[in-house]
């Protein structure tokens, strides 16, 4: 399993953007499909959007279409999450996740076997 560490939360007002990093460790990221997931207060976590681990194929929930953009460079063994038009109803803790020779349009938490910490994320209106 590949260990993942968060980056680039913050607090935003609505309409402003922020970029999360993941950073991975272990020499096999690239057969990783990569995924990001959030947790609002008294919520489930729920799936945002995840990378293919070939081909790098993309696919979002569709409270994000259109506003996140997810990416990811394997040579840096890390995956980005670009949110831009934020509104206060992103507000979460951000969730890294990763998932070995995962399959395309995944977006269960149980397909992703490993997990971030967390990176707390505030859009104020």
């Known amino acids: 399993q590949v260990q993942l560490v968060e980056s680039g939360g913050g607090s935003v007002q609505a309409g402003g953007s922020l970029r999360l990093s993941c950073t991975a460790s272990?020499?096999?990221?690239?057969?990783?499909?990569m995924g990001w997931f959030r947790q609002a207060p008294g919520k489930e976590r729920e799936f945002v959007a995840a990378v293919m681990w070939s081909g790098g194929s993309t696919w979002y929930a569709d409270s994000v279409k259109g506003r996140f953009t997810i990416s990811r460079d394997n040579a840096k063994n890390t995956v980005y999450l670009q949110m831009n038009s934020l509104k206060p109803e992103d507000t979460a803790v951000y969730y890294c996740?990763?998932?070995?020779?995962?399959?395309?349009?995944?977006?269960?938490?149980?397909?992703?076997?490993?997990w971030g910490q967390g990176t707390q994320v505030t859009v104020s209106s």
């Open positions: 996740a990763a998932s070995y020779l995962g399959r395309l349009l995944d977006t269960s938490t149980a397909r992703f076997g490993s």
């Open positions: 272990g020499p096999t990221f690239s057969r990783y499909t």
